[in-house]
């Protein structure tokens, strides 16, 4: 049974930076595309991060140049270090493995941890 947990989200002011740590448990994590998702309340679960088996980076444009994803497969843990936070960035925000291994859109993966609150203030 392949097991997400996510962890790291909390209350931070505009501004600040945030790593999230993902941690995958029971499957092959170094065959995995990872994905960091976010859901704002009303809004569609949007994906903001990936990378995918071979190392390869994605990131939604409103992102770009702040978050940054990482992954170490040693530790079956990927990363996303998220820095000149926004109050838009504000959200639940979740890790997923896709095990295709690559980064594909529409996004489809397989598991999904629970989610971390991130809530950025002014």
């Known amino acids: 049974q392949v097991r997400v947990l996510e962890s790291g989200g909390r209350l931070v002011q505009a501004g600040d930076s945030l790593k999230l740590t993902c941690v995958v448990s029971g499957g092959t994590f170094e065959r995995y595309a990872m994905g960091w998702f976010r859901q704002a309340p009303g809004r569609e679960r949007e994906l903001v991060a990936a990378i995918a088996w071979t190392g390869y980076t994605w990131y939604e444009d409103s992102v770009k140049g702040r978050f940054a994803v990482s992954r170490d497969n040693a530790k079956n843990t990927v990363w996303l270090q998220m820095n000149a936070l926004e109050t838009e960035d504000t959200a639940v925000y979740y890790c997923?493995?896709?095990?295709?291994?690559?980064?594909?859109?529409?996004?489809?993966?397989?598991?999904w941890g629970q989610g971390t609150q991130v809530t950025v203030s002014t």
């Open positions: 997923a493995a896709d095990r295709g291994g690559q980064i594909v859109h529409p996004p489809n993966y397989d598991y």
